[in-house]
């Protein structure tokens, strides 16, 4: 159970910026035209998506989320397909009109499944009397009562002008803020709770970043210039980064099994991470959760959604591989998540040089006392230096391989020491069990344990199992 779906039913947010109209039309070719050299396509299907901001709206109602979407539209035909499909797809929208400028709208044009033309009608919004920007702030501050956090989504058309006002009015209701910027000068974000860019988005700020090292320290700086709780970063098919201060970063390879379509991937992140921050998720869950969403839309044709059981399918594919077993360092941000979720964390260690019947019961009993279970076991040098020369029989990598099979166990770490009493210090569970006839209080991290308010647990062992006594029958 390395990552949980957040009750996203508990989550409101409101989504301000941007808010356009994604047309789609579709058909086949079969000839190139005689007036130009260009394909000619029969449209068969005419489709309308809402877009820009207020596609991440629908991200959110799309995982049961209550979302509020506030933009600029003009008066025209655009503008009520567009309310309309916001309103059948479960989001409240909350317009404001624009004076002599069109909704925008972007028209693709698609054949087998390829992109050939996009047609733009738009203008922009930043002049002065495009819209009116007193009527933006009212209505956005009378919405911030009822919800957790606000997303603004800048596609650089001018609706965020304002956008530090926004952000002002927002922190000081005590709303988190998440901004998907655009441009090159940020400054209007400063003070947000988190932004989202994507890599190139980024180096546009700060320069080039060629590798992870040159992400964290740039974008650590971008983040306390702006005076920025996190920063998300997003890489294509690298996954994403997270930085936030006083934790190590957190890189998230990529979910995506097929990339189809990279359209609206942005919008789902921030949706994602938005509603899982409002559902009471910390910010490496939130993450997790949204680098998920964001391997899922991307084998999507166009601007697209997720639901909650495209999520869990994702989430029960993760727990097939090899990812239950761990580095330390993740283990951390898997407990760190894991309690932030009210789980009971119940850990163990062991060599676990032959698989038996009596680990297994062991083990069963020991995942009964809580939610998750960690198993930390001795790497092949402790083994040795604990069992003799002629152990462990199987390498560390395959021990824990086999452990991360069980399902009663959910994560597996290795540890160098003979004991694993430094590990159990930095991770502190709620309860250390410990199998044979030993005392709490001899019960490597003990100590550690039992002074930040956990137990220490004595299982019996199962009689007439053993490594030791496997090994002796067999050489017998």
Not at 160 to 186: F, Q, T, Y
Not at 375 to 399: E, M
Not at 412 to 418: G, L, Q
Request: proline share 5%; with cysteine; hydrophobic share 45%.
């Amino acid at each position: 159970m390395q990552t949980a779906i957040p009750e996203f039913d508990r989550a409101r947010l409101l989504v301000a910026g941007d808010v356009m109209l994604d047309r789609y039309w579709q058909g086949p070719t079969s000839r190139i035209s005689p007036e130009a050299p260009v394909p000619v396509v029969r449209i068969q299907k005419d489709e309308t998506r809402p877009g820009g901001a207020a596609n991440v709206a629908l991200n959110i109602a799309a995982l049961g989320g209550h979302a509020r979407l506030l933009g600029v539209v003009g008066r025209d035909e655009a503008a009520e397909k567009l309310r309309a499909e916001s309103c059948r797809h479960g989001v409240d929208p909350i317009f404001v009109y624009a004076k002599g400028h069109p909704t925008i709208t972007k028209l693709r044009v698609l054949s087998r499944n390829q992109q050939l033309i996009r047609l733009d009608f738009e203008e922009s919004l930043s002049q002065l009397g495009a819209f009116d920007r007193q009527d933006y702030l009212e209505r956005f501050r009378s919405c911030l009562g009822d919800l957790q956090v606000v997303i603004l989504s800048d596609y650089g058309k001018g609706t965020l002008i304002d956008a530090a006002e926004l952000i002002g009015a927002a922190r000081a209701a005590g709303r988190a803020v998440l901004v998907d910027p655009k441009g090159s000068d940020w400054r209007p974000y400063r003070g947000a709770t988190l932004i989202t860019p994507n890599l190139t988005e980024l180096e546009a700020v700060v320069g080039a970043c060629p590798d992870e090292a040159s992400i964290v320290a740039k974008g650590g700086r971008l983040r306390d210039e702006l005076g920025l709780d996190a920063l998300l970063v997003t890489r294509s098919e690298h996954g994403m980064t997270l930085l936030v201060p006083g934790h190590p970063p957190l890189h998230l390879p990529t979910e995506a099994r097929e990339v189809f379509d990279v359209t609206g991937a942005g919008d789902t992140v921030i949706a994602t991470f938005g509603a899982a921050l409002a559902a009471g998720h910390d910010f490496a869950h939130a993450a997790r959760i949204a680098n998920l969403a964001a391997g899922i839309v991307v084998g999507k044709l166009g601007t697209a959604t997720v639901s909650t059981a495209e999520l869990a399918r994702a989430i029960s594919r993760t727990h097939e591989d090899d990812s239950a077993v761990l580095s330390e360092e993740a283990l951390l941000e898997r407990v760190a998540a894991a309690r932030a979720q009210g789980q009971v964390v119940v850990m163990t260690n062991g060599c676990f040089d032959l698989l038996h019947v009596g680990h297994v019961r062991y083990l069963e009993a020991a995942r009964r006392l809580g939610d998750v279970l960690i198993v930390a076991v001795n790497d092949d040098d402790s083994v040795k230096r604990l069992k003799g020369p002629t152990r462990p029989l199987n390498q560390v990598a395959d021990r824990m391989r086999m452990l991360a099979a069980l399902k009663c166990v959910d994560w597996v770490v290795p540890f160098a020491e003979d004991t694993p009493q430094r590990l159990v210090g930095r991770v502190l569970p709620d309860l250390l069990v410990k199998g044979g006839d030993y005392r709490p209080e001899q019960v490597a991290g003990y100590a550690e344990v039992t002074a930040n308010g956990g137990q220490v647990v004595i299982l019996d062992f199962y009689a007439g199992y053993s490594t030791t006594g496997i090994i002796e029958r067999a050489r017998s």
